[in-house]
Structures are given as C-alpha cells and as structure tokens.
C-alpha cells in the first residue's frame, strides 16, 4: 500500500487462474458506455462489469467494477487500449481525466485511456470497516502511519490494530479474503476482454506498478506495451515494503532541507540544511512533549501529525508552499506564539487530510480501508508484537524523520483472513522485452532500490530509467523531466525502447 494522503500492496495457482480466465472469455459481457458516478463529464465515459468474486469458483457470487474510458482522440492514429492505474490501492476511475493533461497529445491520440476502480474500491463493490469520519480523523496518527507513542510504546497501535482488523472483519464479510492484487489483475484481464482487445497497453504508478508486474506474470501474452514509474520490489511485500518508507523519507529529506533553507524568513527552522534538520527534530520532539487539541477538529496536533504531514507533502515538489505553512505553524505552535492562521491551517490540514479522501455514495472510510484490506490480503505480515516493539525503537533512532512508525504493529500485524491466503505470483522475467521503467532517485515512498528490484525481477525484460529528482511520480512531478518523458512517449507511441538503461538529469 502507498498512501498519498493530501497530496492526493504460486506458479500452479497463476496457471489454474490464467485457464479459467481464458475458458471464461466468451461468456465475459461487453461494456456498456454512459455517465460516470463521479460526475465527471465527457469525453470520460464508465460502464459496469460483473467478475466472480473467487475466481477458484467462478460460478460464486459476482462482485461489480466500474471502468472509465477516453477514447482515443484521433480514431485514424488508434493503436487500441491503455490501461492506466494511479496508484494506492485507492480510486482510478478518474485518472483518465486527471492524468489527460499530462500525457502527450500524440498518446492521447493513439489510444482509449481506459482505468477502473478495483475491487472493494469506491463505486466498483465496496469493502468498509465502518469507520466514521471522527474517527479516522482522531486516529490518522494510528491509521495512516502507525506511530509510536513518544516514548516508544506501542501499546496504543496494538489496541488500535486489533479492533480494525475485527471491524474490517465484521463488516465486509466474504468480499474481504478476495481483495488481492492478483484477483485485481484478473479483473483487468476481463476488463480486456470485454473491451473485445487481443493485448492492452499498461501504465502504473507506486502500487499500479506491482499490478501491472503481476498482470504480466499472470497473462504475459495480453501485455503490448508497458510502463511503470515509481516501482515497488515487487519480491519484497507486506511488511518489508513498508519499512522502506523509513529510508525513503531519509533518501528525499535534503530536498527538504535545502527548501527550508530557502524559506528561512518563512518557515524559521535555520539558515543551514543541519539546522533545518536538527530544529525540526526538536519542534516535533517539543509537540510529542506538549500535544495541541484545537476547536473545530478532532485530530490531536503533535509531533506525529507533522510528521505524517510532512511525509505526505513531500510527494510532490507542487506542494512545498503547503510544507512552507506547515513548518511555520509547527514552529509557532512548538514555540507557544501560533496565530490564528497557524491554528487555522493544522485544523484545515489535519480534517482535509481525510474528508478530501470521502467519495459520495461510498462507504466513508473505504479508501482509507481499503489499502490495508489489500496489503493485508496479499502477504501475512509477523505477529509478535515484540519483535515490533524492538524494530520501532531500532528505527527511532537511524531514521528519526519517521519516529518508527514504518516499521511499527499495524492492522496487517492483527489481520486474520476467514480463508487461506493464496500464494503471491512471483514476477520474473518474461522473455517479452515491453517493459519501460521509470523511477525518481529521490522518492519518499517507492525508493530508488525498490525500482531497481523490480528492474532485478524482471531483467532484460525492463528498461530502467533514472531520474534526477525528488518525489513520488516521473509522470506526476511539477516539472517533468524531458529526457524520462520523452523515452515514455516515444515507447507508447512508436513502440521504441531506448537501447539501454538511461540516467536523466
């Protein structure tokens, strides 16, 4: 699971599953096109598809997915289907829209942009936990990123963990053992089919990047072009990916510190990158100490929620100004001269950072859910609750920036499926050279050694392409990097991989 936050988881099963699909394919219906539940108006159009929700067991019940499509700008240059995943697992019907302005036109030309919401996500079948909105707004520090209380306990994550679990349990029933990553991607394959396409092309970002990879594993021959920006290690899941976050953080921090710099007068947290950082520290060390409530919001304002603040803003060189505001209210409220601005911005912050992720007629804690249900579904996370009280305090002191929280007892730690997980499809190569992967050297989220896993997975399958940069997403970045952009469109359009692995500057 990657969470954006405001800034916005065996062979002979794959092949038992990859026999049904295709003995299944003329009975998939076909798609009918009109208005989106979402609102969003045309040229985005969405349909309904029905899939079985086991598919060991096609003939059980059938679950909903929602799919939206553009079509191709220019049917005469219509080369078929790009499939598009923006990451989470969250919501993607609208990604054909939002990602529109960052495609080149000679893409949009060429292809239907076509996403989905994937199964137990917004407006295809839901799962929920029954969470409201209070809840997860006073929780975010628990339920987003599990940080330990200040003086490292974890007492408060194991409590919270543990009833999540059990309301996820309780309230999504069978639909909750069927929320995989590799039922996602046989989803997609029927999405394919019903679409009537012999191949589709692909591009995912941060989890859509382990989606795509296991699609291709699971229906290689169905794959044309692929890109993935922003990778997972796609053979180190579940608990071990999540410890990265740690790291990452650590890996995007200069980027940081040098904007601290730059905003001194602003921000007031030094003259120096060592100043920045060290007077960080001690602000969210000094809101640890001394916790803020604030009228109009149920979040408790300490040291977590800058950091969880922080982390999720530095996804984006777009959202400085809104890191800017951040440190400055943190530094005042830490100093005990906050303004009504800086009391306005923490309640706005803390309350947006969950209302902005409610849809309508969805369940309101579906995407907060949603991405543990999957992450959880894919691996089994350890149990012990003290191994993870000796990792915490291990990680609060080599990656402080993150207080331990990555490597912290989450829901995953207390999940207990009503059915036997299915293994995970290793992803391997191929022996399909259609893979163009693209990764930022400074990502807080997927870094840079998790894409050179993926590039180790699948081998001379992939191009790698490295980037320059800070931030989570080479699509997605403020000011896109000519060099990995043009080597997208020039793939997705003519076909062409670039000759050899490439470093962007």
Known sequence: MKLTGIVSVAAFASIAFAAVSSSAESRTPSLVWGACPTGTPAPQQCAELTVPLDYRTPKSRNIKIEVSRIPAADPAKRKGVLMVNGGGPSSSLDVPTA??????????????????????????????????????????????LSFPAPNG??????????????????????????????????????????????????????????????????????????????SVDPNARGYEDFRLFSSAMEDRWPDLARFGVEQEDVVGLGATEAEVRQNYLAMTAELDRNPVTLDGTKARIDGNLIRLLTWQLSYNDGNFPQLAALW????????????????????????????????????????????????????????????????????RERYPLTAGAPANYAPCSAWSPSEPRQPEPKVTQTGNRNVLILQNRRDPSTPLRAAQGMKKAMGSDAIFVEVDAGGHGVLVHPDQNTCA?????????????????????
Not at 99 to 123: C, E, K, T
Not at 485 to 505: E, F, R
């Open 99 to 144: 990602f529109g302005p960052l495609l080149a036109q000679a893409i949009r030309d060429s292809y239907d942009i076509v996403a989905f919401d994937p199964r137990g996500i917004g407006h295809s079948t839901p799962m929920n936990c029954g969470r409201t909105v209070d809840e997860m707004i006073r929780d975010q520090q628990l339920g987003l």
């Open 153 to 230: 306990s974890i007492d408060r994550n194991i409590a919270y963990s543990v009833r999540m679990a059990e309301q996820c349990a309780a309230n999504s029933g069978d639909l909750l053992s069927h929320l995989t990553t590799a039922n996602i991607a046989r989803d997609m394959d029927k999405i394919r089919e019903a679409l009537g396409e012999r191949t589709v092309s692909y591009y995912g970002i941060s989890w859509g990047t382990y989606l795509g990879s296991i699609y291709r594993v699971l229906f290689p021959q169905r794959v044309d072009r692929m890109v993935i920006d922003s």
């Open 328 to 395: 400055r209210a943190g530094v005042n409220l830490a100093q005990h001269k906050a303004t009504d601005a800086d009391r306005t911005f923490l309640r706005d912050s803390a309350n947006t950072n969950i209302t902005a992720g409610v849809m309508a007629g969805v369940p309101a804690d579906n995407l907060f859910s949603v991405g543990w249900a999957i992450s959880c579904g894919d691996k089994a996370w350890p149990s012990d609750y003290r191994a993870y009280s000796r990792t915490v305090q291990a990680d």
């Open 485 to 505: 952009i043009g080597a997208m469109n020039t793939y997705l359009v003519k076909g062409d991989l670039p000759a050899q692995d490439l470093t962007c500057s």
